[in-house]
């Protein structure tokens, strides 16, 4: 099922495999940004953090994922939040 993406703030997605594969946990991302269930979403091979308010917490929690070992654009991706109210988007992995 796609899970839809905040217009208010940037999101970050990334592929379920390569957040197992260096060894994450919900836990150290809760830790570190305090998400709320909303915040912190999974569904098959993909997981959305976000929406992320907080001027340093987009770029925060990149740096997180790269000092993990994880690489942008192949691993995780982010979207600006930055488009219109009357535009809803809807992120799902594409193994399904």
């Known amino acids: 099922m796609p ?3 905040s217009h208010t703030a940037p ?8 957040f197992e594969r ?6 150290q991302i809760d ?13 098959g ?3 959305v953090i976000g929406p992320l308010v907080g001027e340093d917490s987009a770029s925060d929690l990149i740096a997180q994922l ?3 070992g994880l ?6 991706f982010e979207l600006s939040g930055n488009w219109p109210e009357w535009l809803r988007l809807f992120a799902m992995d594409q193994t399904r």
């Open 22 to 27: 260096v060894q994450l946990t919900r836990s």
């Open 71 to 76: 690489v942008y654009y192949d691993d995780f």
């Open 11 to 18: 999101c970050v997605l990334i592929r379920r495999e390569a």
């Open 3 to 5: 899970l839809m993406l």
């Open 45 to 47: 091979g993909l997981i």
């Open 31 to 43: 830790e570190a940004f305090n998400l709320t269930p909303e915040e912190f979403r999974v569904e």
């Open 66 to 68: 790269e000092d993990a």
